[in-house]
Structures are given as C-alpha cells and as structure tokens.
C-alpha cells in the first residue's frame, strides 16, 4: 500500500507519541502489580503466580478470532483503538478492587488483569498488522530501533518515579496504587487518541464466492515435516519452561522473602532495562562474528544462572546488580531466539510459522508459572528456582545441539548452489 513521504513521516510521529503515552500508562501499572497484590491485597503464592500465567491464556484465546476480525477489516485504526481503550478501561476498573467488601480480593485482581489480557492481545495483535501497512520496509529497521529506544528510555524514567513516590507511602496503603491506575487509563486515553491521528488507506477485501471455508489442516501436516522448525520448537518449550516458571518465583523472593519495597523494585525493572539497552548491539556484533548458535549458547548459559544466583541473598543492592547482570543475557536471548526462530522458517511461510511458534510459547507461559509455584509449596524456594536453572541450562545445551544440527543441513546445499553459480 502506497503512501506518500510526507504522510509517512506524520503517522512515524504520531507513532512515537502513541507508544510514548502507552508505555506510561503501562509502566505505572504493570511492574508494580505483584506488590500491589501481595502487600495491600494479601496475595498468596497461587494468586500471584495466576497473575503471571493467566495473561498467556487469554493471549491464545485472543489470536485466533483477533486474526479472522483483522482478515475481514478494511481498515485497522478502529479496531485497534478500539481494543486498546478497553484494555486501559481496565486499569480504571482496577481501582474499586480495595473497596469490594467480602471477598477474597486477590482474587478479583486475578481475575480482572486476566480479562484485561484478552483487549491487551487483540491490541497487539491488531497494531502489529496495523503500523506493518504503514510503516514501508526500508523505513522500519531505523524507525523503529529509534521509536524502541526512546520508549525505554520514557518507561524507565516512569518506572522509577512511581517507585519513588510509591516508597513514600505505607506499603499496605491503597491509595497511590488508585491514583497511579487512574493516571493509567487517562493516558492510555492519550495512547487511543495519537493512534487515531495515523492516516490509514482503506484496502479493498476480496469477496471470495460461497460458504464459510472449511478448515484446512495441510499447513499443520507441513509444519510437522520441516524438521528444522520442529527441534528449534521442541527446544524452545524446553528453555522456555525453565524460564518463565521462575517469573512468579522472582516476585515472591523479592517481595516477601527480601522485603523490596516499590522503590526497589522499580529499581530492579531499570537495572534490567538499563542493561538490555546497552547489550543489544553488542550482542548482534558478536553474532555476526562468532555465529549465532555460538552466542544463543552463551545467552541462554547465562539465563541459566539467575535464578541460582537470586537465591543467594537477600540484600536488596545485591538482588540490583543481578537484575543488571541478568538483563544482559535477557538482551541476548530475545534477540538471538527471534533470529533463529527466521532462520528454521520458510520464508514463504514465514507468518504462519512465527504465529504458530507464538501459540505454543503462550501456551507454556500459561503452564510454567504455575509449575514453579508448586515446586515452591512442595520444596521451598531453592529447589524451585534449582529446578528453573536445570531447564535453562538442558534448553540451551539443546539448541546448541538443535542449531549446529541445522546447519549443518544447510552448508551442503548452500555449497551446491555456489558451486552450481561458479
């Protein structure tokens, strides 16, 4: 879809904005959820991992109508406003959780970040689709590494001064968690209106003749024989498991096992970012020279010693510097996940394979935490972040197999093509 630079250059800008007013919106909220749950509504280690793992249910529940609504839209800007304004209603509605009296409030809070998730997915979604019309190819790469580091930069700073004035504060007091939800949605409010200032060509949609099409499960059967894609995959649930059980673990430890108040863990949230931001290029130098299965190997290693590494104290200066060591290998493992995840996907099929690769993860993100939490009841905090390291370590070891495995598939006919070219 064609549009001219002049327009392009105004919907990058309202672009920016857009993503500016939703990472503060999100960013007064989302990281200090858990402490909100555990200090003022007196969660308990199922409640908070809940919190971590019901949001990837309601991802996959929300990716497949969200893609069919998308398909059948000739415009995208409604819908995605649309979403988002009722994901940040969600914030808003966050704030009456204290006030409702007999029951378990934790609960409600559990329930309600749930819901949120199912708008907060298909607004994603949507905007993915959505900015990838307007945005043409050649301009992505710099606009959005810029657009990325200016967003973090925004949300580090929001982090860190809800930390602070949150520090101010009894740690059981709802009150400023109220005010910093309502501040959310009224940003959020912000975030709808910058995104409907993007000029979006309406597309013309095929009418395709006859009755609903019947389901097609040929692209699974062919996904199944692309062996490639199946290690990688089976890989990736193995790392994956080990890494997002240990995510509701870290909130626990933090909070009620090392004491952190809102100040530090906002701290740990920078310190992590802060880190991430400035390991990223290094990260892609070295993957161009040392190979990208060589580094994926050295970041999983890595990922594999926070959570040991947690356990060993409870100084919360202590529990900063790993938040910044372990942010480096987050950093790399991201990164280098995604580029492997392309290179084990058939470029023709690209979109398939990556939304079918997502589904699965989500799935695992559903699974893994709650997993960790019963290794917590059953065996106590350092079996469980024990058994996080384990998979970690196996998950990387097997994609180091996985990748070389790969390519060593693919030399042989890359050496046929040059040597069919000279």
């Known amino acids: 879809m064609f549009y001219l630079p002049e327009t392009i250059k105004n919907n990058e800008r309202n672009s920016i904005w857009n993503g500016a007013f939703s990472i503060i919106a999100m960013s007064l909220v989302s990281g200090f959820i858990p402490l909100f749950a555990i200090q003022v509504l007196g969660a308990n280690n199922q409640q908070v991992g809940l919190l971590s793992s019901l949001p990837s249910l309601m991802s996959i529940l929300a990716m497949i109508p969200g893609a069919i609504w998308l398909n059948r839209l000739e415009t995208k800007k409604k819908f995605t406003a649309i979403s988002i304004f009722m994901a940040r209603f969600f914030l808003l509605l966050l704030v009456f959780v204290p006030f409702i009296p007999y029951v378990n409030q934790a609960w409600i809070l559990v329930v309600l970040i749930a819901l949120m998730n199912f708008p907060t997915a298909l607004s994603t979604l949507s905007w993915q689709s959505f900015i990838g019309d307007l945005i043409p190819d050649e301009r992505r790469g710099q606009f959005f590494s810029e657009r990325n580091r200016i967003l973090t930069i925004v949300g580090m700073i929001t982090t860190f001064i809800v930390g602070v004035i949150l520090n101010m504060f009894d740690v ?60 990688f995959l089976i890989c990736a649930l193995l790392f994956n498991f080990g890494w997002q059980m240990a995510w509701p673990l870290f909130n626990i430890y933090q909070i009620n ?77 991201t990164m280098l996940l995604f580029n492997q995840l392309l290179k084990v996907s058939p470029e023709n099929d690209r979109t398939s394979y990556l939304a079918s690769y997502n589904v699965v993860i989500a799935g695992i993100g559903f699974i893994a935490p709650q997993l960790g939490v019963l290794f917590l009841e059953l065996y106590g905090m350092n079996v469980a972040m024990g058994i996080s390291s384990i998979f970690r370590f196996v998950g990387g070891l097997a994609f180091l197999v996985v990748v070389l495995y790969v390519e060593r598939k693919l030399r042989p006919s890359s050496n046929v093509v040059k040597s069919k070219v000279g």
């Open 257 to 333: 096992y090392a004491g952190a108040t809102a100040f530090w863990v906002s701290l740990f949230t920078v310190a992590n970012q802060v880190s991430q931001i400035a390991s990223y290029k290094w990260w892609g130098r070295l993957a161009d020279k040392k190979g990208n299965s060589v580094m994926l190997l050295i970041a999983a290693l890595g990922m594999t010693t926070a959570p040991v590494l947690t356990i060993l104290s409870t100084n919360l200066v202590y529990l900063t510097m790993v938040n910044l060591w372990s942010g480096t290998f987050v950093a790399g493992t």
């Open 172 to 231: 059981s007091a709802a009150g400023p968690y109220q005010i910093f939800f309502t501040l959310g949605f009224l940003f959020g409010v912000l975030e709808v209106y910058y995104l409907m200032k993007h000029i979006e060509h309406r597309r013309v949609i095929p009418k395709k003749a006859g009755n609903v099409k019947k389901l097609d499960f040929s692209f699974l059967k062919k996904m199944l024989k692309h062996k490639p894609y199946v290690y």
